[in-house]
């Protein structure tokens, strides 16, 4: 009981120790839990899909530093070879090998050349993936099912192929990177958000599910991250003003951010056991507004698509890559930064293989 000066009982001080108190026995629980789930990733083994180029490579490059073996893979030789040689540079002990994670057998192989390496993984990062950027009216059966093949049964192989090791030694973690499109639905992205909206219900079921083995799965949702990837994206329809608009924003520090300030948050999440991150202020708002206005969301994201974005025409259901769709606009001082970012993650060697359409 707190009394003022006159022994008379003070209410209002007695419920600010109180709440006072409350927050401190809260803290003391985060950090206890915090401590309890901190995972050291010296020696571990850390697989990567997707881990030759751009936020894979990132990622690599960050648990390098932290002294873990490092898995990477992905469907080009030549990126993975560029990519263990810029590993091994700073050090890391690494295993580069190809491997398609939508083939279920590439990736039971996968884990098993991981493990005669350097024993069972102890963290799966799911990050392979694919965009193609476009209306509706230009979108393929075909656009659907390679986003769901590598978007979710890829995901779901890699998991299921980890998980009976982690399960016996009661210890791993899993960090599936979804999108804040698996979260906001976005106009002339729908295979790319349909199949991280089935990551993200897959991930966060699986969260719950496995946290009486000792394994956390962490579901990571970026907004847009300065990667260096548009060059190498699908573009279909008025494949120029698509990348316009998408490679513009996934510049400007205004709308995207650092993709190493992200990598460094990822795995900082992953050591922590925490069940998700959502990466950069405008993605936070987004999601929250959405999920408290939903209806209000929908009529913005129509009134963008109406009004802001391509319509159908150009080259149709045709794909163009980024690089193959460049203009003016995209080669100004707009989209320095993801050039630079290009350069950095081995995003622009890649745009030499393609034939022009």
């Not at 707190?2 to 809260?26: I, N």
């Not at 206890?32 to 894979?56: C, N, P, Y």
């Not at 476009?134 to 049964?153: K, N, Q, S």
């Not at 990551?199 to 079921?205: A, D, H, I, K, R």
């Amino acid at each position: 009981m707190v009394m003022d000066r006159r022994g008379r009982r003070d209410e209002g001080s007695g419920t600010l120790a109180l709440a006072a108190a409350g927050v401190g026995l809260f803290l003391l629980g985060r950090s206890m839990v915090r401590q309890h789930r901190w995972m050291d990733f010296e020696g571990k083994t850390a697989l990567i899909t997707g881990g030759s180029r751009g936020l894979g490579l990132l990622l690599a490059r960050e648990f390098v530093t932290h002294g873990a073996n490092v898995v990477i893979c992905a469907r080009d030789g030549d990126d993975l070879e560029r990519a263990r040689v810029d590993l091994e540079r700073q050090g890391g002990r690494v295993l580069s090998i190809p491997c398609d994670v939508s083939d279920r057998a590439q990736v039971d192989r996968l884990v098993r050349e991981a493990a005669a390496r350097f024993g069972a993984v102890d963290v799966l990062v799911n990050n392979a993936g694919t965009i193609s950027v476009g209306p509706m009216e230009v979108m393929t059966l075909e656009d659907y099912e390679e986003a769901m093949r590598i978007h979710f049964w890829g995901p779901l192989y890699t998991t299921l192929a980890v998980l009976p090791a982690m399960r016996d030694r009661r210890q791993g973690r899993i960090v599936n990177i979804s999108s804040i499109g698996g979260k906001v639905p976005a106009p002339h992205l729908l295979p790319y958000t349909a199949s991280k909206f089935a990551l993200t219900g897959f991930s966060e079921g699986l969260r719950a599910e496995l946290k009486k083995d000792n394994v956390y799965v962490t579901t990571v949702c970026p907004g847009l991250m300065r990667t260096g990837s548009p060059p190498n994206a699908n573009f279909k329809g008025k494949h120029q003003e698509e990348y316009a608009w998408f490679t513009i924003s996934d510049s400007l520090p205004l709308t995207a951010m650092s993709a190493k300030r992200a990598a460094r948050r990822i795995v900082l999440a992953c050591q922590r056991g925490e069940s998700e991150v959502i990466l950069s202020v405008q993605a936070k708002l987004a999601a929250k507004f959405h999920g408290v206005f939903p209806g209000a969301s929908a009529e913005l994201n129509s009134l963008i698509n109406d009004y802001l974005l391509p319509g159908p025409g150009g080259i149709g259901t045709g794909t163009a890559k980024g690089h193959q769709s460049e203009s003016a606009v995209t080669r100004s001082f707009l989209t320095a930064l993801t050039r630079r970012a290009a350069r950095e993650n081995n995003e622009e060697a890649r745009t030499q293989k393609v034939e022009p359409l």
